[in-house]
């Protein structure tokens, strides 16, 4: 069954802090997706990682993706209230057309 | 930038009717999806269109039909809608083969 784990599923952390979101996957996928949503509104696309070794960094976020290991990091440095949202993880699935969604990591960062 | 819309934010049906959800993209995009969301279990796949008029079941199709009767509009028909389909639904399409997925705005329905 293809498999897509976050660890961990809630985070609570203060503000200032560093802290790493895990996605495991079991597909064979070289391609990793890390979507954004805030309560109550849609997904919106953050990183996009297409080979491994890929890192791709966007402000306090940073993403790596490890293909051999099936693994890819989510690091926040330094959290900032405004990064408070649930944080999913997808690959490619089996089907093209398809992404294997990880159950999401919901972030709260408290000031 | 791309811009996929959704028909309603906000929907309240009774048990029994028949429900329209309507999504339009506007960057030409071969393939578009329907999910729901559900408080603790993530992002499930309704249905998936890879072109005009073809379309494919993902992990939860029941009670829900869908149309592609044009490339920039995919529509989700809960035929008899129950309260167990009182969710959120999102819909999302992407440009090709296996890749990176753009979402609506989603649709609360309520069913009462």
């Known amino acids: 069954e293809l498999k897509v784990e976050q660890n961990p599923l809630f985070l609570s952390m203060q503000e200032g802090k560093n802290y790493t979101i895990y996605c495991n996957y079991s597909?064979?996928?070289?391609?990793l997706y890390w979507y954004r949503q805030d309560p109550g509104k849609s997904l919106e696309s953050l990183f996009v990682?297409?080979?491994n070794g890929a890192v791709k960094q966007e402000g306090r976020l940073m993403a790596s993706l490890d293909t051999k290991a099936r693994l890819s990091t989510l690091h926040i440095t330094a959290a900032v209230h405004d990064l408070s949202a649930t944080y999913f993880c997808?690959?490619?699935?089996?089907?093209?057309?398809?992404?294997?969604w990880g159950a999401g990591t919901k972030l709260i960062i408290k000031p | 930038d791309v811009k996929v819309t959704q028909s309603s934010r906000y929907l309240v049906k009774r048990t029994g009717e028949k429900v329209f959800l309507e999504c339009v993209q506007d960057?030409?995009?071969?393939?578009m999806f329907w999910y729901r969301q559900d408080p603790g279990l993530g992002l499930r796949l309704i249905y998936f269109?890879?072109?005009?008029?073809?379309?494919e079941k993902g992990d939860i199709p029941e009670g829900y039909s869908v149309s592609r009767e044009k490339k920039e509009r995919f529509s989700l028909i809960l035929e008899s809608a129950s309260t167990n389909q009182t969710s959120m639904y999102l819909c999302?399409?992407?440009?090709?083969?296996?890749?990176?997925?753009?979402f609506g705005p989603g649709t609360r329905l309520t069913v009462t």
């Open positions: 999302a399409s992407s440009p090709s083969e296996a890749s990176e997925q753009y």
């Open positions: 990682l297409l080979s």
């Open positions: 960057m030409d995009h071969e393939n």
């Open positions: 269109s890879y072109d005009v008029k073809m379309k």
């Open positions: 597909t064979t996928s070289d391609r």
């Open positions: 997808a690959v490619d699935g089996d089907s093209n057309y398809q992404l294997i």
